[in-house]
């Protein structure tokens, strides 16, 4: 019963998180359906612009895959999209697109879709997605008897499943997350082309929509300078131009083609984040049939709009209703438009149309934006209904002019304002569960300091000084920096008070710091591929022989861990070597059900691991078994400066962007949520959990070090939300503060396991 009040402070840190969560995400800004504004007359537009409309969506294509450093558009990898924009003949616009954060592909859908800011609380439901509940330009379209074919990513399938009657029933999805593939799922989705662009048929649908995975899963798999990306931007670029020939030669209708990115790549391939490489897309809109006459092409100097512009401005191509919780602004004035259609004209209309459609969102939050927006915004109003109502432009073409340009820059400023209420707050229940989670760290801070003589050793300053990082945005993106510098300055300390010679972990330390980028770049040339392949070979036969030699228990670890590596790695030529490359995740079951425990987690770990982070892992082991020797003795915060720094060795940070989600579903014959988030977390503690294994092997964990990894972990998740609360008007704090949070509360997760398991088996061992 004792034991088990240790899990009291757990029960408060999580109660005051929820309340927490509860008051700082607050509900999104929403009008009733019904509640609409009715324009001054009849608009210009009563029929669509185009008759067939094909929406491509590029996973992962960011701004430099298509414009160079001087944002024009040059990629020898996209002939077809670069000459296109350059030709006089086809009517083609790129810009340059804001992507909000988090960059990731379920809150991007819905913002591309229904022009909203999803909440940051989205990241979780892009594992789980469901049907999308708000008003988008997909479901206007059903409304309207328009026919959607789709085919791709099976996301859209979940959010327009085949009760709501939004997509054909010969749409097919693809399933997004097996992020190894990058080939066979973008050819599931090419291969149903020829039959629905076909020059042979009559066709049946409206509007197509294609989300290409591929290019995105080659960013997971092995990051974003692998010559994949190339070939994979070429295997795209053939495809849009495909499609753009037979709508030109088999369509006698209008067609427009809009190709874009749902969000970029960072630098090691993933997103997530909000550096420029993950938050900005190029948007192509190509218009058909092509044209015999030249063409008067705009300039090349790239106009920059936001994701949610692309509700408004596709609902006004298709002749629809914008999404009636839209904050997108259209950009309908931006584009080269066809010969034949009045440009100045329509720009108003759409103007018009975007303005009467935000009112209604003006009006429900009015007391809390500026009086001077919402004069302007009123005024615009006014001014566009008359010149969209009058019958000539003609006669004050410049003034019109004038008037559009301003009222279209008073709309982004009454777009950045409901962009902002996005952050309104419940100051009742933040307060609360700060108030919970600092009586969860008293009581973490009362339970670590009774464990007698140790509580006056100096390390202790760590725990009243670290934390503090969350107030400096700079400290938070670099956190790994203080971790690696705190490491070293303790193996120091403890040697000169004799509790430990650390010199061998200070070596060890200094070669893990640089590790990383220098395997990356091995294990991706050339010579790393046969190596590893050589090697896969042995993995039966070592793995046996590892377990019934006698030898030198290092040295059996080594072993088994070197021999490891990713099946879908391999090329194909020796795919009859696949029988064996699941021999590892059957000895490390094998393990799990014997008295083994360890080695079977060290197996599943390994075999799960990147080729360079297999080697860094190794040397963590070793680190870890430099502190063995004398982890009773040693202060329990030495030990947990070395569990932290782990885990940055491996590659891991703040950004969601770091996670290796191609580790997650290795050996997965088929998505299994619970499968994928256990081996998920595998991955990204593999650095702590080696170094605990080797820290304490084959012994029972200490009480005090139970208490202070608890006191740590828990007066890290309150400062952090402190801060977070703090900042809350920052100009990062979603890209900065937010996803520390995310990162905190997930390393107190494992934390209050721990503690769950000392509870109830006091002689806990990393067995």
């Not at 594992?127 to 859209?156: H, M, P, V, Y």
């Not at 990062?732 to 107190?748: E, G, M, N, Q, R």
Request: proline residues 6%; glycine residues 4%.
């Amino acid at each position: 019963m004792a034991n088990l009040l240790q899990l009291v402070p757990a029960v408060f840190l999580f109660t005051g998180f929820y309340l927490f969560l509860v008051g700082f995400f607050p509900p999104k800004i929403a009008i009733r359906p019904e509640v609409v504004t009715k324009p001054f007359c009849d608009p210009v537009q009563d029929a669509p612009l185009v008759g067939k409309f094909v929406f491509v969506v590029i996973d992962g294509w960011r701004s430099d895959f298509l414009f160079d450093e001087h944002m024009r558009p040059e990629s020898a990898a996209m002939p077809f999209l670069t000459e296109t924009l350059k030709s006089q003949t086809i009517p083609a616009t790129a810009l340059l697109c804001h992507v909000q954060h988090p960059t990731v592909t379920m809150p991007r859908l819905k913002a591309i879709l229904s022009g909203i800011v999803p909440s940051y609380l989205d990241v979780v439901t892009n594992l789980a997605s469901t049907r999308l509940a708000e008003d988008n330009w997909l479901s206007q379209a059903a409304k309207q008897e328009k026919r959607t074919i789709f085919f791709g990513d099976d996301t859209w399938m979940k959010l327009f499943p085949a009760e709501s009657k939004v997509l054909l029933p010969e749409s097919e999805g693809t399933v997004s997350f097996f992020v190894t593939d990058y080939t066979e799922v973008d050819d599931n989705v090419t291969r149903h082309l020829p039959r629905w662009t076909s020059t042979s048929r009559d066709w049946d649908w409206d509007i197509m929509v294609l989300h290409y995975l591929g290019l995105d899963h080659i960013g997971h798999s092995v990051g974003d300078k692998s010559p994949k990306i190339d070939v994979k931007l070429k295997e795209m670029d053939g495809i849009i131009e495909k499609i753009y020939k037979n709508l030109s030669t088999s369509s006698t209708d209008a067609f427009s083609i809009i190709i874009l990115g749902d969000h970029g790549m960072a630098d090691e391939g993933g997103h997530g984040g909000s550096t420029y490489k993950e938050s900005h897309v190029p948007v192509v809109v190509l218009f058909g049939p092509e044209s015999e006459e030249p063409f008067p092409h705009p300039s090349f100097k790239i106009s920059k709009i936001e994701q949610v512009d692309l509700a408004p401005t596709i609902s006004f191509i298709l002749n629809q209703e914008i999404p009636f919780n839209n904050i997108g602004v259209t950009f309908i004035d931006k584009l080269a438009l066809p010969a034949g259609l009045d440009g100045r004209r329509l720009s108003l209309d759409a103007l018009m149309k975007n303005g009467n459609q935000l009112k209604p969102l003006v009006d429900n939050v009015r007391e809390r934006l500026d009086f001077e927006v919402i004069e302007d915004f009123e005024l615009c109003l006014i001014q566009l209904g008359q010149r969209s109502c009058s019958k000539s432009t003609d006669e004050d073409e410049e003034l019109t002019h004038e008037m559009e340009v301003g009222c279209r820059r008073v709309f982004q400023d009454v777009q950045k304002e409901l962009l902002q209420l996005s952050s309104d707050y419940n100051y009742g229940y933040i307060l609360l569960g700060l108030a919970l989670t600092l009586i969860a760290c008293g009581l973490s801070v009362l339970w670590a300091f009774d464990v007698g003589p140790i509580r006056r050793q100096p390390e202790l300053l760590i725990i009243v000084f670290q934390p503090f990082i969350a107030f400096a945005s700079s400290f938070v993106e670099e956190e790994k920096l203080l971790w690696y510098f705190l490491l070293p300055t303790f193996a120091v300390s403890s040697f000169y008070r004799r509790a430990w010679a650390g010199f061998d972990a200070m070596i060890m330390h200094r070669v893990l710091v640089n590790l990383k980028p220098v395997l990356v770049e091995f294990f991706n040339s050339e010579f790393a591929l046969a190596f590893r392949f050589d090697l896969l070979s042995l993995i039966p036969a070592a793995t046996v022989l590892w377990r019934l030699v006698e030898g030198p228990y290092l040295f059996r670890v080594w072993v088994c861990m070197k021999l490891l590596s990713d099946p879908f790695d391999l090329p194909d030529t020796v795919f009859s070597l696949n029988g064996f490359l699941y021999a590892d995740y059957f000895v490390s079951l094998f393990f799990l059900l014997t008295n083994e425990f360890q080695i079977g987690i060290l197996v599943w770990v390994m075999s799960l691991a990147s080729p360079a982070n297999r080697v860094i892992l190794f040397l963590i082991y070793l680190l870890g078994h430099c502190y063995q020797k004398r982890a009773l003795t040693l202060h329990p915060l030495v030990i947990y400066v070395g569990c932290v720094t782990s885990f940055y060795y491996t590659g891991n940070s703040h950004s969601l962007a770091t996670m290796d989600l191609s580790a997650a579903y290795s050996r997965m014959w088929s998505y299994h949520p619970a499968g994928v988030g256990v081996q998920l977390f595998l991955i990204t503690y593999s650095g702590p959990i080696v170094f605990l294994m080797s820290v304490f092997r084959r012994r029972a964990v200490p009480s005090h070090f139970i208490r202070y990894l608890q006191m740590a972990r828990f007066t890290s998740l309150f400062v952090s939300l402190v801060a977070l609360f703090f900042f809350r008007h920052h100009l990062f704090v979603w890209s900065v503060f937010a996803p520390k949070i995310v990162y905190d509360f997930f390393h107190t997760v494992p934390t209050t396991l721990i503690v769950l398991l000392h509870s109830v088996l006091p002689r806990l061992r990393f067995l």
